[in-house]
């Protein structure tokens, strides 16, 4: 199997004297620009006879319907949150196991991430970006803290990487110093803006069960083992400046895939935090 980028799916196909079948992933589907959907689009109108396109994505409306109307809908559902609580029950108290499943949408790895204590370091620094921002504090710069953790990730993940091609190295395999050093990075890149994603998809949640409590619905909570410090912060909070502030994390999240300053986007958010629930 060929993983392709979504960048590169205008690249021509083999000769089928080479290929009895050719299968072809294209992760993420939606981030695709309108040039390269348009060339892909060529492609699915005369595909070779011996090519398997598959288009994987999370949000299929974001596809130009030409793409759509041309694929056959395949739809994945995740987990449901009592299947991965069913699964964590060994390890974590019931509460913090219900939490860390709803929070983590049906993926048991993140789960059990979240429950570890990285991922739970995340979400207390999640948890202060928002209490600075109800306090009327966003200059405390408490964003730091995530934009830290993601440099640490990404450190830490082009480290292993550049490890484990070193040994690959060392028993044959043939890499220049040059793919394997920029392997690393890409590795280190990619791990650091999932960390930093994460971080803002936890925010997003504290931020909808502010709403939920304050309308008086905690029992759809995801953060259930954080209830109380919850219910402390929504009696001060309007139930529309919680859904405006969601929607603000969500804008930051999908301006990050632009290649803008994470700096100055985490930054700004802080503030626009800080505004939309002051009221």
């Not at 994987?56 to 109307?69: F, M, N, Q, Y």
């Not at 301006?255 to 629930?277: I, K, T």
């Amino acid at each position: 199997m060929t993983l392709l980028r979504a960048a590169d799916v205008s690249l021509s196909f083999g000769s089928r004297t080479l290929f009895d079948r050719v299968e072809f992933v294209i992760e993420a589907g939606e981030q695709m620009r309108d040039e390269s959907q348009n060339a892909l689009l060529k492609t699915l109108e005369e595909p070779p006879p011996f090519a398997h396109l598959l288009v994987l994505s999370s949000e299929p409306e974001a596809l130009a319907e030409t793409i759509v109307s041309r694929c056959q809908p395949v739809e994945f559902e995740p987990l449901p949150a009592t299947a991965v609580e069913e699964a964590l029950a060994a390890e974590a108290p019931a509460e913090e196991a219900a939490a860390a499943a709803r929070l983590a949408g049906g993926d048991l790895e993140l789960a059990r991430f979240l429950l570890g204590e990285p991922g739970c370091a995340i979400r207390r620094e999640v948890e202060r970006c928002v209490a600075a921002a109800l306090d009327g504090e966003a200059a405390s710069a408490a964003w730091r803290e995530l934009l830290d953790r993601a440099e640490a990730v990404g450190a830490d993940a082009e480290a292993a990487t550049r490890e484990s091609l070193e040994a690959d190295a060392e028993a044959g395999v043939r890499r220049s110093a040059r793919e394997m050093s920029e392997e690393a990075r890409r590795v280190g890149r990619k791990r650091r803006t999932d960390a930093l994603d994460l971080g803002l998809h936890l925010c997003a949640a504290w931020l909808r069960d502010l709403a939920a409590v304050a309308a008086g619905a905690e029992d759809v909570a995801f953060n259930r083992d954080r209830l109380a410090e919850l219910e402390r912060q929504a009696d001060s909070i309007d139930v529309r400046a919680a859904r405006r502030a969601v929607e603000l994390v969500q804008d930051t999240r999908r301006s990050l895939e632009l290649n803008v300053s994470e700096e100055l986007a985490l930054e700004a958010l802080a503030y626009r935090l800080e505004r939309a629930l002051s009221g």
